[in-house]
């Protein structure tokens, strides 16, 4: 899919809504049970930039950004100030914090990924826009600084060598979020002092 590697403005991105969405069904049964069922094995986000304008320039800079993407057609990074690294928020990453596969001393490429659990349940997210210099990987909680490369566009780790059968390979990163603008029109309304402001400006992000 067409993609720009550029990110969203920060200073903007910073006082935007949103979060995660999930797709279920739900039948309710004549009994008044319920029957529910995932259509979307992955949850999908949305965010809303339109908050994180606060002056004039901010909304400049927004249809600047919309003009260069041509509205819906090409992708771009966003950071998702609300969850953006592998720790937690008030952490700092460490080569420790996610496990993204087993050594078999075949494969040489892993996926970077992020889990979330909560109860005895967990889900996996892939990874695919790392930030370039924030990668760190371990082997059974041993950093290692070389020997490995990690694609920025797409956050497959490659390994110079394969790690051996039962090696732990884990990994702390920060990343960004690829996303599209979930519409083609910029609905700009000026005030009396012609600031300016935006009543709604939908992110949505893509699969890939």
């Known amino acids: 899919m ?9 200073n903007i991105s910073r006082g935007a809504r949103g979060g995660p969405e999930r797709r279920t069904q739900i039948v309710e049964l004549a009994s ?6 995932a259509s979307w094995a992955n949850s999908r986000r949305r965010f809303d930039v339109s908050y994180g304008i606060r002056r004039a320039d901010d909304l400049a800079a927004v249809v600047a950004f919309f003009e260069a993407r041509n509205g819906r057609l ?13 720790c ?28 979330y659990a909560s109860g005895g349940q ?18 059974n909680g ?23 059968t039962d090696i732990a390979i884990t990994a702390g990163f920060e990343f960004d979020v690829p996303v599209r603008f979930d519409s083609d029109v910029l609905d700009v309304t000026l ?17 890939r």
Do not use: C
């Not at 967990?122 to 371990?138: C, E, F, L, N």
């Open 88 to 115: 937690l928020p008030s952490q700092m990453s460490s080569p420790m914090d996610q496990l993204i596969g087993t050594g078999d001393g075949v494969a040489t490429g892993f996926q970077l990924v992020k889990r």
């Open 142 to 164: 041993v950093p290692q600084p070389v020997g490995w490369s990690v694609d920025p566009k797409t956050g497959v780790v490659n390994f110079e060598t394969a790690p051996s």
């Open 74 to 86: 090409y992708g771009f990074r966003f950071k998702d100030w609300a969850d953006h690294r592998s």
């Open 191 to 207: 005030d009396i002092e012609r600031l300016g402001s935006i009543t709604s400006i939908p992110l949505l992000e893509i699969r």
């Open 32 to 37: 008044g049970d319920e029957e529910r069922n």
């Open 2 to 10: 067409a993609f720009h590697e550029v990110r969203f403005p920060d």
């Open 122 to 139: 967990s889900w996996a997210r892939a990874i695919t826009k790392p930030i370039a210099g924030t990668v760190q990987i371990a082997l």
